[in-house]
């Protein structure tokens, strides 16, 4: 009899304990939809803005990609990137990697557009990811799930940008590190990687793979020589060029296709980071896995990645913060 209890005991805890537990899981993931109650047009609101100005900016899709990228590597997807330097903290912002991204004014139009139908409601980190699939969409290319719920960070580090994005100097280990440590594998390195089949980068980015690779002034081996010379005779004039910027897919650098990792397979990789996923067996296979199939496959495995790169270390539920000015932390 009392071993009866003891088990119906047992047995309750259990159940409640599954209670709580699938509660709390609820609570710490994201749903789709999640502003259908509190904001219902906050979507619409943010995909029609999206609509009407990037066909008129359409380089802005890129910026507004890679935007999203870079808040999620650092401190998770918290909007930690938009978050201004003060007097004494430098922010993600002004961060070597940061010093090409553009985009912080249009977010923050798109804030004060969804502020004004729902004060205080739709978080900056949730704008950042559903701006950033409505961008790529609007130029055609793949749509992916945005569940939300993303709650804004209080904390920007300049130096953590620095440590947690990958460097385009990268190898493979250090790359496949990186990636690991944010619960993505080398499947969606080289799919996400494809994210260079639209946008620009500064001859910095790569330039001592042109001038100075090993300290010799030589070139690096591994970049196709023909594109190479072109880029010093057009492009990245000389080593310490600062401005100019290069197509990362050159022939269509506005068209999400599979062209980055056509150019990959050539040995046109901008990036040592792009280079190294062509010259590592396991990577290379992927590429030609997508190559072999049609877009379309490309498109569904870029959205799978996408949105587990939009799940990494949110915030949810109490923590953190719905902030008033995606630059400014509310208090
Ligand atoms: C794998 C490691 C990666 C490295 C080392 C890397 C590095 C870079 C660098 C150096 C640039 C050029 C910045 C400039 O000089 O203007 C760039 C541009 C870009 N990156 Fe990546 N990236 C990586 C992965 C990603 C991922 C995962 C995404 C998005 C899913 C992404 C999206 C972009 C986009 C769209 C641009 C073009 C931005 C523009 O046109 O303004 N990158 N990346
Ligand atoms: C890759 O880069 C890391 C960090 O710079 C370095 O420690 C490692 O030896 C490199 N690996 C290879 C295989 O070159
Ligand atoms: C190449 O790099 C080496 C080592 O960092 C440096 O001493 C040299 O001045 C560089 N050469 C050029 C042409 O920039
Ligand atoms: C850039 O490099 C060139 C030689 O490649 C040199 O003449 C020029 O002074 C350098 N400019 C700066 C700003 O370092
Ligand atoms: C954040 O900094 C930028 C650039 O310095 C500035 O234009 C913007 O007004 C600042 N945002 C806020 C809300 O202070
Ligand atoms: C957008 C932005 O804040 N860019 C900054 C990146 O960092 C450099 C300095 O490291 C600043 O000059 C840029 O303004």
Redesign the pocket.
Known sequence: MESKMWNLGAKCLVIVCVMVCSLCHVKSDLELGFYDKSCPNAEKIIHDYVKKHIPNAPSFAAALLRMHFHDCFVRGCDASVLI?STANNKAEKVALPNQSLRG?DFLDRVKSVVEAECPGVVSCADIIALVARDAVVVIGGPYWNVPTGRRDGLISKSREALNELPAPTFNFSALQASFASKGLNLFDLVVLSGAHTIGVSHCQAFSNRLYNFTGKGDQDPSLDSFYAANLKKNKCKTANDTTTIVEMDPGSFRTFDLGYHKHLLQRRGLFQSDAALRTTPATKSAIIQLLNNPLEVFFKEFALSMEKMGRIGIKTGSAGEIRK?C??VNH
């Open positions: 201004n912080f000015h630059a400014l």
